[in-house]
């Protein structure tokens, strides 16, 4: 299967309504075009203020959204992420898979993960930092 290397711009939107800073962005887009990609940091030299004008926008690679995703809540629940059938899932469940309090399902691994942020966000979980620049 064909998975999408970044999200889309109306994933991104998503991503930003959920006040992920744009500057945790590893590539940007224009519509539905990759424009550009960094290696170990985020994107310096776009000003994220000016996003709007120049119709180009943040956008975000599985391994960065990954990052985003804390592997604990409440010191019980896991973090559990793969392939079902057609679909991939993401799940926030206790150790014994008894209790689940997030089952994101989608059919592609950065779909499920921007739903698994806007759930997060939306119940007031803290996302993992992302540390961006030359050290990162």
């Keep these: 299967m064909n998975y999408p290397i970044a999200t889309t711009a109306e994933q991104s939107e998503r991503l930003l309504k959920c006040n992920v800073e744009p500057e945790t962005a590893d590539m940007v887009c224009e519509g539905k075009k990759i424009l550009g990609l960094t290696f170990g940091g985020s994107i310096p030299n776009y000003k994220w203020e000016n996003v709007k004008k120049v119709k180009i926008i943040p956008s975000w690679s599985l391994s960065r959204l990954l990052q985003m995703l804390p592997l604990l809540l409440?010191?019980?629940?896991?973090?559990?992420?793969?392939?079902?059938?057609?679909?991939?899932?993401?799940?926030?469940?206790?150790?014994?898979?008894?209790?689940?309090?997030?089952?994101?399902?989608?059919?592609?691994?950065?779909?499920?993960?921007?739903?698994?942020?806007?759930?997060l966000t939306a119940e007031e979980h803290k996302l993992n930092e992302i540390k961006c620049g030359k050290n990162e």
């Design 74 to 119: 409440e010191e019980y629940y896991r973090l559990v992420m793969g392939p079902v059938g057609n679909a991939w899932v993401i799940e926030y469940n206790d150790i014994n898979i008894t209790d689940c309090i997030l089952k994101s399902v989608a059919e592609d691994p950065i779909e499920c993960s921007v739903q698994a942020i806007e759930w």
